[in-house]
């Protein structure tokens, strides 16, 4: 039987030895389903599964002078089988075998990388919890806005990787179909028992039709799922290489001892890996649309398909394969420092409370245009000042008229910010 993957061997899947070894399952198995349905002896089944057997490199050989690689394996295989190998491949075309290893091969892997997924979720959710109360100041558009918690922040990126998850899981479903129906997809020289059989003992499904091949709408659903899985990671890669910069230094990449960061510049510690992750998210999607591109063929097959499919799909799986191994690496390692987060929550000198001071206005009766004016003038004065916002705001006579010292103090306490963070663990199950 096919080997069962148990480690994170995503390289092993899309060798030639793993692919030949599936593909000969396939045949061994539409032997045997023929030889239930009578069309071949029971006995040549048996010596067939006896004595297959393929030799890489022998079917290399065979390949340069027939320039057919289903052909030269068959004809591998027949060196090892002899007088029986004449059942082999009875009915069946080419892509029957190929596409239907693929297949298993898109299934063996997408399981590893829902395996890699869920092991970043659980260092996602130990580190959101870690950092739950630890209090950031959130930007938009890179510019100081309200404070946050950086456990939120953590708590968002498992939220994406859970829907992640949903979406690898559809993923997987999609191209877990096999077909074993002959030339043009009507089993013309082959019982729809021979496909039934073959996929259920591969732990697929028969695809409910098929032309010579099956339809790449369903390959470029799990190479498009991959590449929105390496964009996030990317997204998460982006927002750690923000933290790391020198003037913010909130968070940044575990350093190793021994490790160098420049040639020319011996304090350099730079985002090395947030980086390579950032840029690899972009090979992934331009994968994807090669896949995209593989959905329209000609009729009822062309193999303009083919080529392109033996670089984007292993390549894409082990290149995700990597990427989440590296960036479970990082978040298990994230280096954070709530005392830089505090730091730079001052920065503004108290203005990220400023919509808390507009609100309270409004809530005492003042026009909210009126009092946006108001708290706008005075934050204008504190970005050319650098005065701290409180005081200017106890010193303006409008605003004092309608919200006294103590209120004001209240507005300005950091634990009004964070109130609600317990239901936001609550809602994302963490």
Known sequence: MIARYTRKEMGAIWSEENKFRIWLEIELLACEAQAELGVIPKEAVKAIREKASFDVERIDEIERTVNHDVIAFLTNVGEYVGAESRFIHLGMTSSDVLDTALAVQMKQSGELLLNDLKKLSEILARRAKEFKYTITVGRTHGIHAEPTTFGLKLALWFDETERNIKRLEHAIEAVSFGQISGAVGTYEHLDPFVERYVCEKLGLKPAPISTQILQRDNHAEFLTTIALIGSSLEKFAIEIRHLQKTEVLEAEEYFSKGQKGSSAMPHKRNPITCERVAGLARVLRGNAHAAMENISLWHERDITHSSVERIVVPDSCILLDYMLAQFTKIVDNLLVYPENMLRNLEL???LIFSQSVLLALAKKGMKREDAYAAVQKAAMDVWQSKKNFKEVLKEDETI???????????????????????????????
């Open 348 to 350: 503004t000198n108290g």
């Open 400 to 430: 004092r008229a309608v919200v006294n010292e103590r209120e004001l103090d209240e507005l300005f306490d950091l634990k009004k910010s964070i109130k609600n963070v317990e239901y936001i663990f609550e809602r994302v199950g963490l």
